[in-house]
Nanobody, 118 residues
Framework: VQLQAFGGGLVQAGGSLRLSCTASGSIFNSYSMLWYRQPPGKRREWVASITTGGSTNYADSVKGRFIISRDNAKNTVHLQMNSLKPEDTAAYYC?????????????WGQGTQVTVSS
């Protein structure tokens, strides 16, 4: 599985951005999809996730502002980011995760930079 993330950019505080991540291959439907981010000088942190069945979870820091969704027909996961804050500035990464009897399988896309100006 290869993941391609895009949609980052520069936005003013209070604005919105929509990130997308497209997966190659025909097994996209089997994977939970997640977004992580890594602020400058900090560790990578989990942002949001969506299961194959569409159940979603969010980090407290983005709950109520970000929405994760998936389009299985297009092998794509989206992250709609609203009411952006300067502290949302980070490189955002998409992740495909699958739990197997042999252990977890993870694939990562390259990061897409989001910069929120105050």
């Amino acid at each position: 599985v290869q993941l391609q993330a895009f949609g980052g950019g520069l936005v003013q505080a209070g604005g919105s951005l929509r990130l997308s991540c497209t997966a190659s291959g025909s097994i996209f439907n089997s994977y939970s999809m997640l977004w992580y981010r890594q602020p400058p000088g900090k560790r990578r942190e989990w942002v949001a996730s969506i299961t194959t069945g569409g159940s979603t979870n969010y980090a407290d820091s983005v709950k109520g502002r970000f929405i994760i969704s998936r389009d299985n027909a297009k092998n794509t996961v989206h992250l709609q980011m609203n009411s952006l804050k300067p502290e949302d500035t980070a490189a955002y990464y998409c992740n495909a995760a699958l739990a197997t009897l042999r252990g977890p399988i993870n694939y990562w896309g390259q990061g897409t930079q989001v910069t929120v100006s105050s």
